[in-house]
């Protein structure tokens, strides 16, 4: 970067701080990895200067000769790895991604049933604070009390009694499967759209360590910077009946130009995620969600659904007199990068929740194994027992230090 360390010295630095930190500290967070230099080459490529209002061959500018290549090259992949008729590469986000699939078939006041927050869901499913709930009529369904798995019977008895217009599944901090093949069938019933927003555990589904959404879903958006280990932005799967719908709702419906430098990026995320290291991969993230589950439980804290199937675990913190805010910054202090979470239970103040939220994949692409994982479970627990005690923290510091240099972030 030679060229922004002159330019701007200032920025050079913050940029060469922040290196330090993601190889200097273990990244536990669900919603992150930690891509490859080559995914970050083509967000930083002169694709980045284009304006390329439009789809390949049907564009608003000139000179995207290239680009209508890049683009149709990143949608056939990304149908190829997941099996999918239609694909819309240009989403900026997962939120973009979902407001255009809401907005391709919806009309302003439709009913939609999904997922609660503070069960797993997300902000852009139909959330008080999200716009998405001022634009239709929300209902959410949630989880069962004691399983704290999906309730599909009540889920169903809303969908009959509610009738909504289209039904979302999907989650961001549910740490189980999702049986897509039952809400599509009460999704049937009621004449209801499917949209299945699988953001965190794209890559799992690639690589088919899990189930895919695909078959069953009218739609499924996602990110490709979470397990799928690729630069920001999302992506929008239909079936081939919907997909000029979806293309005008990206594009002119939500969305001005697409991001090529993103959508190069994607390209190679799909790229990637269709090699068999891939698989491996995302095989070693959930043995590693695994193995940091069971140690943990094994320290005694209380698990959300007693355990993992994905990337993810979902652990209280209360149990010993802790919140997940004040777990956040102790771990943060000694270089464990995790986010508190709400735990399904109503009233739960966001910033002061029950819980913590892991995930297994930066420390994945890192090289680290189970061992690795069950030993990163038990320094989170040293460090949290022993809060007040500075010489334990430092010396927890000092063992995460040594992982991280064991285990350098050749990803970016
Ligand atoms: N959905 C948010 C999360 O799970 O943390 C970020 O994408």
Redesign the pocket.
Known sequence: MSFLKNDDPEVYALIESETHRLGETLDL???ESLPPHSILEAQGSSFAIKAAEGYPGRRFHAGCVHGDTLESLAIDRAKRLFGAEHANVQPHS?VSANLAVYFSVLKPGDRVLAMKLSHGG??SHGDRASMTSRCFEFRHYGVNPETERIDYEALETMALEFKPRMIVAGA??YPRLIDYERIADIARKIGAYLLVDM??IAGLVAAGVIPSPVPHSDFVTF?TY?TLMGGRGGVILCKEEFAKKIDQSIFPGCQGTPALNMVAAKAVCFGRALKPEFVRLQRQIVDNAVAMARRLAGFGYRLVTGGTDNHLVLFEVTGKGLTGDVAEAVLEAVGIVV?RNVVPREGEDPLRPSGV?LGATAISARGMGEEEAGQIAGLIDTALANRDDSVVLKRVAESVSELCRRFPAKGF
């Open positions: 967070i669900a919603a997962g997300h902000l961001s901090s953001a965190h990110t979470k986010n939220r």
